[in-house]
């Protein structure tokens, strides 16, 4: 692979005009390694911990979460290869998990589960902070996939090494595939060639600091030797690779963000040779979504194809089988009518040899529906609609059959996770405990009226029997970015995992507004939220809390708003546009400096969601709402708790430091809490209960 930079793909060259009128006083910060910058965090994480460390309870609170987390483990991630499955199981003796193989039977059931590495142990031994990168399909190499490639993320990031392992000796494998941490991405064309994108040293990079090329690397060859048979333009936002088919029918797949909303679907051959698909580009984000031979797609927007239009929200079959036709190789799967929306960009699909399983949601209510692969074409099979205020997702897809592992959960339902084969389920894999006592609580899924006049669902957790009416703690959250769609989960990520235990237990209640942005309503709910739109995300939230305070369960001072990411910048948002509304605000991961944002972590991929500050219509409506440029003297603010990790390379440390800076300089009231660990999931209850545990105790503080 050459290793040369790709100049015009340079930030600085294509951000000049922002750099010069975007200087400001905290710029500084923004650096993840900097000294001062570091020294800054430091000093402020440290004052923040012995304030919180003061606040009524914290230790209580901090040791009822241990022992909520030692009382049971959290679900355990799996995988389904064909014969074999791999499960990996986190818990308190073992925050960073360990990663198990068993056998399947001729009813597709693993058993005799062995452990093949343990991430705790790794980290000792090699002396570097790990973090296995599990999600989705283990990366192993077909049809027997006992070798696959391993994600390794020293300090958690999402830059990662590529380790590979073999799943029977339980061992690394010596002389085999492996890169120094870096964006890297792969997929196996065979057992001997991986498919591969890598930002390394010198490699070309993107913008965004992803990957500029793909290359076929050889076993046994040195990575620089590594042919290189595709390059992105140097104004894409990113690549991500994958692969699907056996033996020589196998394919490699590049899949081209143009932006967030515009994707190219490349085919690679065995040989090398790349093949672009008739898949038009407006879809929505779904990076890779493959399974039989078939590449799967849903529009954004209608399409027409060899004179076939096709309406928006159809999802799309692309058949990589040489031998059909080019111009009948994109078939119809489903067109979801009457309400109905495959909500979720990345886990909403699951391709089987033959199959296609799909989650739409109609108003927050969801039903799975599976499309199955005939000669004439596709023939549709629907479930019964899941209850409300609960969800279903898959866990486990089995690229070698039509297997799949369903995850149902809900507000108060304990997670299951089963192993189904069309509407027959085969056996249970896991069974949660729970945690609480659910027939003291209500779930509910209500509507209110965005200033607009959108309606606008929202789900309410909240105990039958209010002990104080009007002033019950109300804690909320959202996302509404991406077209990325928050579900009903028991004690998931997004509400803080059993950090949330004692919040309920203690009489409070929570509120998940599906908001503008989403993919809850299509791509036009999404697209309704988007660069000079963004603001109506931010109504629906302050619509949804006016509604809640209106029916008289609580009231702003007991209202804390708590977001990851992009969430995290709704949570800054809320605080600083509304901040009448609220009581306390913990922004998480956030982005708060949308104007400086191409400049920090990969923020360049997400100037088509958030708008180009270059452009001075675009840079009027950045300064109306980002939370940095809103923060003003003579303001009141409530109390805000920020967090993230140093390591966070996708949004970066600066956009949380420069807030937290910013909120001090004008009097405001606020607690920083950075660790160097943790990346983009920094907020892991079983990795860091003590920052768990802050951030509980200061809500309680601050709403109670």
């Known amino acids: 692979m050459k290793t040369f930079r790709i100049a015009a793909c340079s930030v600085a060259a294509l951000m000049a005009p922002l750099a010069a009128a975007a200087q400001d006083s905290y710029q500084w910060l923004e650096a993840p390694q900097d000294a001062r910058a570091l020294d800054w965090a430091k000093k402020a994480t440290q004052d923040s911990e012995v304030r919180i460390a003061k606040m009524p309870g914290h230790d209580a609170i901090e040791a009822e979460l241990k022992t909520l987390l030692a009382a049971g483990d959290p679900p355990p991630e799996y995988g389904l290869l064909g014969p074999v499955a791999l499960r990996f199981q986190r818990s308190v003796a073992h925050p960073h998990g360990v990663l198990s193989v068993a056998k399947r039977g001729a009813d597709g059931v693993p058993a005799g589960w062995r452990e093949v590495l343990d991430v705790d142990a790794l980290r000792k031994a090699e002396g570097s902070a790990y973090e296995l990168r ?18 390794l993320s020293p300090q958690g990031g999402d830059e990662v090494e590529l380790r590979e392992f073999d799943l029977t000796t339980g061992a690394f494998v010596a002389g085999g595939f492996r890169t120094p941490a870096s964006r890297s991405f792969v997929a196996w064309l065979d057992r001997d060639r991986l498919l591969i994108e ?63 909303s515009t994707f190219e679907h490349i085919v690679v051959r065995q040989d090398g040779r790349i093949e672009k698909t008739s898949i038009p580009t407006k879809v929505k984000m779904s990076l890779g979504a493959v399974g039989g031979g078939k590449l799967f797609a849903q529009l954004a927007e209608p399409a027409t194809v060899d004179g076939r239009t096709y309406p928006a929200e159809s999802v799309l079959a692309y058949d990589t089988n040489a031998a059909v036709p ?111 006592d659910a027939s003291r609580f209500v779930a509910e899924l209500k509507t209110a009226a965005s200033k607009d006049g959108t309606a606008v669902d ?38 803080g995992g059993k950090a949330l235990v004692p919040w309920l237990t203690r009489g409070g209640a929570f509120a998940l507004p599906l908001i503008r942005g989403g993919g809850d309503r299509g791509a036009e709910w999404h697209q309704a939220a988007i660069r000079e739109k963004r603001q109506n995300s931010y109504d629906d939230f302050a619509a949804v809390t006016e509604a809640l305070i209106a029916s008289g369960l609580t009231g702003p001072k007991h209202i804390g708003v708590f977001g990851s990411s992009n969430g995290g910048l709704l949570a800054a948002v809320m605080g600083t546009q509304r901040p009448e509304l609220y009581g306390a605000i913990v922004s998480d991961v956030p982005l708060t400096d949308l104007v400086r944002m191409p400049f920090m972590g990969m923020g360049a991929a997400w100037v088509n969601e958030y708008g180009d500050a270059n452009d001075p219509a675009m840079r009027a409506v950045l300064d109306s709402y980002s939370p940095y440029q809103n923060v003003v003297p003579g303001k009141a603010y409530p109390p805000f708790l920020v967090s993230v990790a140093t390591s966070d390379n996708r949004v970066g440390p600066g956009h949380a430091r420069k807030l937290a800076a910013k909120l001090k300089d004008v009097g405001a009231t606020v607690y920083y809490l950075e660790d160097q660990e943790g990346g983009h999931g920094v907020s892991d209850p079983l990795s860091r209960p003590e920052l768990m545990a802050d951030r509980m105790t200061f809500l309680f503080t601050m709403l109670k």
């Open 198 to 260: 890598h930002s390394i040293g010198e490699a070309p990079k993107l913008p965004t600091g992803w990957p500029a090329e793909v290359a076929i690397w050889t076993r046994g060859t040195p990575l620089d030797a590594a042919k290189t048979i595709y390059s992105a333009q140097p104004s894409d936002a990113l690549m991500s690779v994958s692969a699907t088919g056996e033996g020589k029918d196998r394919v490699g797949v590049i899949t081209r963000a143009i932006d967030y």
């Open 326 to 436: 080019a111009g009948k190789r994109l078939s119809l799967v489903y067109t979801p009518g009457n309400g109905d929306f495959l909500s979720d960009p990345f886990g909403g699909m699951a391709p089987g040899r033959s199959t296609l399983r799909m989650i739409l949601t109609n108003r927050g209510v969801q039903r799975i529906v599976t499309a199955n692969s005939a000669a004439n074409g596709w023939t549709i099979s629907d479930f019964p609609p899941e209850p409300v205020a609960t969800s279903a997702s898959f866990a486990g897809i089995d690229p070698a059959s039509d297997v799949v592992i369903m995850k149902r959960a809900g507000f108060l339902v304990p997670t299951r996770l089963e192993l189904v084969d069309g509407k027959k389920s085969l056996a249970t894999l896991y069974s949660e405990k729970p945690a609480f």
């Open 134 to 151: 599990f999600g989705g399909t283990p990366n192993c190499a077909p049809p027997d996939y006992t070798r696959c490639i391993l994600s």
């Open 458 to 495: 929202f789900y309410l957790l909240r105990p039958k029997n209010p002990s104080r009416p009007g002033k019950t703690p109300l804690l909320m959250t959202g996302y509404g970015a991406f077209g990325i769609s928050l579900a009903p989960d028991y004690l998931g990520y997004s509400v």
